[in-house]
């Protein structure tokens, strides 16, 4: 039988077959012990094809279709571990928020990239509209409008904003579409708005420190009524990179991909080279200080992960 993994534990993979009833699956020993750089060989999203395995006395999978496309990050626990966190995906939607927690750009970036390096084309949403001041809404504006001119979707939103809601809808509807950002910033809240009936659990922002409780723990596909799904994940502290080489950052980065045929040298990093037209852009206004900013960090990040995988 054929069946998609909506929920994956790392022990059991809830599967779901052709007249939407769902199989708690096991995965067949071999897939354990192939060699992998990835610390999950099954993913949310993986097409899958199911047993029920006469000596186990339980469904197992016995084949993962090959990916359309996924998304990866560093494991938390072991770095240079690469994590699937979804595949077979439409859209990536990062949830972001100004307060409450605080997303930074550099977070923001980190994510960018990953997206463009597996062609994941990515939303940016800004969530808890509702809790911020005048001079913060025009601090998100700024932030906003520097994405936008980079050419990417951008979104205010509040989850209590039955507008919002609305137009979200339009953006999700008849596709697959990971929602992805820090703990607390309101992923589980929108799953529920856009789905009544979910009723996922959300926890409050701690007062004290502005972070969330990371109330979700494990990802979950959930089918939407109006046509598509929605990949609703545990919040991330950081999205760490790996396994990229330095000279190929640039090229994820869209502004800087825009310039770089320009530079004098082929082969150009734009950090010290001579007559490079990402850092002439920089200078001149055409691209932000702040990307430039997180170019420079990811390069570090990305040198010093390639070193430990020498
Ligand atoms: N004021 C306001 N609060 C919101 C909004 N969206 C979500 N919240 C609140 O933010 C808190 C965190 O929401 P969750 O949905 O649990 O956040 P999450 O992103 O799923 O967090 P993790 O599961 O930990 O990754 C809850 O108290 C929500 O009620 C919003 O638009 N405005
Ligand atoms: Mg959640
Ligand atoms: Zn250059």
Same mark, same amino acid.
């Given at each position: 039988?054929?069946?998609?993994?909506?929920?994956?534990?790392?022990?059991?993979?809830?599967v779901?077959?052709?007249?939407?009833?769902v199989i708690?699956?096991r995965?067949?020993?071999?897939?354990? !012990?192939?060699?992998?750089?990835?610390?999950?060989?099954?993913?949310?999203?993986?097409?899958?094809q199911?047993?029920?395995?006469?000596?186990?006395?339980?469904?197992?999978?016995?084949?993962i279709?090959?990916?359309?496309?996924?998304?990866v990050?560093?494991? =938390?626990?072991?770095?240079?571990?690469? /994590?699937?966190?979804?595949?077979?995906i439409?859209?990536?939607?990062?949830?972001?928020t100004?307060?409450?927690?605080r997303?930074?750009?550099g977070?923001?970036?980190?994510?960018?990239?990953?997206a463009?390096?597996?062609?994941i =084309?990515?939303?940016?949403?800004?969530?808890?509209?509702? !809790?911020?001041?005048?001079k913060?809404?025009?601090?998100?504006?700024g932030?906003?409008?520097?994405?936008?001119?980079?050419?990417?979707?951008?979104?205010?939103?509040?989850?209590?904003?039955?507008?919002d809601i609305?137009?979200?809808k339009?953006? !999700?509807?008849?596709?697959?579409?990971?929602?992805?950002?820090?703990?607390?910033?309101?992923?589980?809240?929108l799953?529920?708005?856009?789905?009544p009936?979910?009723? !996922?659990r959300?926890?409050?922002?701690?007062?004290?420190?502005?972070?969330?409780?990371?109330?979700?723990?494990?990802?979950?596909?959930? /089918?939407?009524n109006?046509?598509?799904?929605?990949?609703?994940t =545990?919040?991330?502290?950081?999205?760490?990179i790996?396994?990229?080489?330095?000279?190929?950052?640039? /090229?994820?980065?869209?502004?800087?991909?825009?310039?770089?045929?320009?530079?004098?040298?082929?082969?150009?990093l734009?950090?010290?080279?001579?007559d490079?037209?990402?850092?002439?852009?920089?200078?001149?206004?055409r691209i932000?200080? /702040?990307?430039?900013?997180?170019?420079?960090?990811?390069m570090?990040?990305?040198?010093?992960?390639?070193?430990r995988?020498?």
């Amino acid at each position: 039988m054929n069946g998609v993994v909506i929920k994956s534990t790392g022990s059991w993979y809830d599967v779901r077959v052709g007249d939407g009833s769902v199989i708690a699956c096991r995965l067949k020993g071999i897939f354990r !012990l192939e060699e992998s750089k990835d610390t999950n060989p099954v993913a949310v999203g993986d097409r899958v094809q199911i047993e029920n395995d006469d000596i186990e006395g339980a469904w197992v999978i016995e084949k993962i279709e090959d990916r359309q496309n996924y998304i990866v990050r560093t494991s =938390p626990k072991h770095k240079g571990a690469r /994590q699937v966190i979804a595949s077979n995906i439409d859209q990536a939607v990062l949830i972001c928020t100004l307060a409450m927690p605080r997303t930074s750009m550099g977070f923001i970036d980190r994510f960018l990239i990953t997206a463009e390096a597996y062609h994941i =084309p990515t939303t940016l949403v800004f969530n808890k509209k509702d !809790l911020l001041g005048g001079k913060e809404l025009v601090k998100q504006q700024g932030v906003m409008d520097l994405y936008k001119g980079i050419g990417y979707d951008v979104y205010t939103i509040s989850a209590q904003e039955a507008d919002d809601i609305a137009s979200l809808k339009a953006l !999700l509807q008849n596709k697959t579409s990971l929602l992805a950002g820090h703990s607390g910033v309101g992923k589980s809240t929108l799953a529920n708005a856009l789905q009544p009936g979910l009723q !996922l659990r959300t926890s409050e922002v701690s007062r004290l420190t502005g972070k969330g409780m990371h109330t979700t723990t494990f990802a979950e596909m959930y /089918q939407l009524n109006f046509g598509g799904n929605i990949i609703d994940t =545990p919040g991330v502290r950081e999205f760490g990179i790996s396994g990229f080489a330095p000279e190929e950052i640039g /090229q994820y980065f869209v502004e800087i991909r825009e310039v770089m045929p320009q530079c004098r040298f082929t082969n150009c990093l734009h950090e010290n080279e001579p007559d490079c037209a990402v850092q002439h852009a920089v200078v001149e206004g055409r691209i932000s200080e /702040q990307r430039f900013t997180s170019y420079l960090g990811i390069m570090a990040d990305v040198r010093s992960s390639f070193k430990r995988w020498e």
